[in-house]
């Protein structure tokens, strides 16, 4: 991963105005299911749809995670995968997870802290799928 330009927003946005000596943290995820990127869906049909295509399948979960140390500029980049498995869950069971609202705002349509015993991290963090993969933050903080 490389360090964006200086001439990127990065280096002009408003938290380099306000935050002058602080350690800047930002994070996002997305997950990835055969080659098919999943981001927050935009309604309950959109979920229905990942969810569906996640179903007994193998998919990842990825999260980009930045530190922007002030005023130095020092810029750490890190992405961190984990991989997953959902069960061959049912219609029913979709449309009961749909019900709840737990899909909205979530990468994939899903939120692996919500509970359900349909989801399993095969290899990585599952820190990652929950949004924060701490221990690349732990690793990363205690290098700067």
């Known amino acids: 991963i ?20 602080q350690v800047i943290i930002g994070c996002d995820t997305v997950a990835e299911c055969m080659g ?17 295509m996640l179903r007994g399948k193998d998919h990842r979960v990825l999260s980009g995670l930045c530190i922007w140390k002030r005023p130095s500029d020092e810029v750490t980049l890190k992405l961190d995968i984990t991989t997953l498995h959902m069960d061959e869950v049912t219609d029913r069971q979709i449309e009961a997870y749909l019900a709840t609202d737990k899909w909205q705002g979530k990468a994939g ?8 015993d349909w989801l399993h991290v095969i290899q990585g963090s599952e820190t990652n799928v929950i949004g924060l993969p701490m221990e690349v933050l732990a690793d990363a903080l205690s290098r700067i």
Do not use: C, E, H, N
């Open 36 to 52: 098919t990127v999943l981001g927050k869906p935009v309604d309950i049909d959109d979920a229905r749809r990942m969810l569906t």
């Open 109 to 116: 349509a899903f939120g692996y802290q919500d509970g359900w």
């Open 2 to 21: 490389r360090r964006p330009p200086r001439s990127t927003p990065l280096y002009s946005s408003a938290a380099s105005d306000v935050y002058k000596r």
